[in-house]
Structure formats: structure tokens, C-alpha cells
């Protein structure tokens, strides 16, 4: 899920009523979940190896920090694939986020 947005929003915000429904993916996509922040300033990567659902961490970030553009991610390893911090999406290089 990616936005972008003329002024700062939180997920939740940008999403409305669908941001639950769509939060219901992590608990089959439950490897990890990543989180791209984009202010015209600054970019920040945010990732963690668990659920988003079942995250404590994902919940206070989503509901707490705003960006006009951000890009989300839950991800479902392919077989054989290591579960680990560095194979979260997304993945960042320099200020780009992808």
C-alpha cells in the first residue's frame, strides 16, 4: 500500500474504514511488515520480523507518525527465503525507498 497526500497523514487516516480490512492481510502475510515514511525533509525505513497484526511496535508507529507519502508492506516469505530484519520490505537505498 502506498499514498501520497498533499498533507501530512497517518495510514489509518489516509485509509479510513478499509485500513482494518486491509490490516487482516498481515495475519496471512505475517513474516514481517515494513514501513516507508517520505516528508520532504526526510525518509525513514521502519521494519520488524512479526506480524503487524499481533505488533505492538507496528500499532503505536502506524497510529503515531505522518508523512505525506508513505509506502506499506506485509510480507509472506517464499519458501526456502530467510525470515530476517534485512529481507523485510521495503527495502531502502540512499533517500529511495522501493
Same mark, same amino acid.
Given at each position: 500500500?502506498?499514498?501520497? $497526500?498533499?498533507? $501530512?497523514?497517518?495510514?489509518?487516516? /489516509?485509509?479510513?474504514?478499509? +485500513? $482494518?480490512? +486491509? @490490516?487482516?492481510?498481515?495475519? =496471512? &502475510?505475517?513474516?514481517?511488515?515494513?514501513?516507508?515514511?517520505?516528508?520532504?525533509?526526510?525518509?525513514? =525505513?521502519?521494519?520488524? =520480523?512479526?506480524?503487524?497484526?499481533?505488533?505492538?511496535? /507496528?500499532?503505536?508507529?502506524?497510529?503515531?507518525?505522518?508523512?505525506?507519502?508513505?509506502? @506499506? &508492506? +506485509?510480507?509472506?516469505?517464499?519458501?526456502?527465503?530467510? =525470515?530476517? &530484519?534485512?529481507?523485510? &520490505?521495503? /527495502? $531502502? /537505498?540512499?533517500?529511495?525507498? +522501493?
Amino acid at each position: 500500500m502506498a499514498y501520497s $497526500s498533499k498533507t $501530512s497523514v497517518n495510514l489509518p487516516e /489516509f485509509m479510513g474504514q478499509g +485500513f $482494518s480490512d +486491509f @490490516l487482516k492481510l498481515s495475519e =496471512v &502475510h505475517n513474516d514481517s511488515w515494513g514501513l516507508a515514511l517520505a516528508n520532504p525533509d526526510s525518509a525513514k =525505513v521502519i521494519k520488524e =520480523v512479526a506480524s503487524a497484526a499481533s505488533s505492538a511496535r /507496528f500499532s503505536e508507529i502506524i497510529s503515531n507518525q505522518s508523512a505525506p507519502g508513505a509506502l @506499506l &508492506h +506485509f510480507r509472506w516469505a517464499s519458501p526456502g527465503l530467510g =525470515v530476517t &530484519h534485512e529481507n523485510a &520490505h521495503p /527495502f $531502502s /537505498f540512499e533517500d529511495i525507498a +522501493f
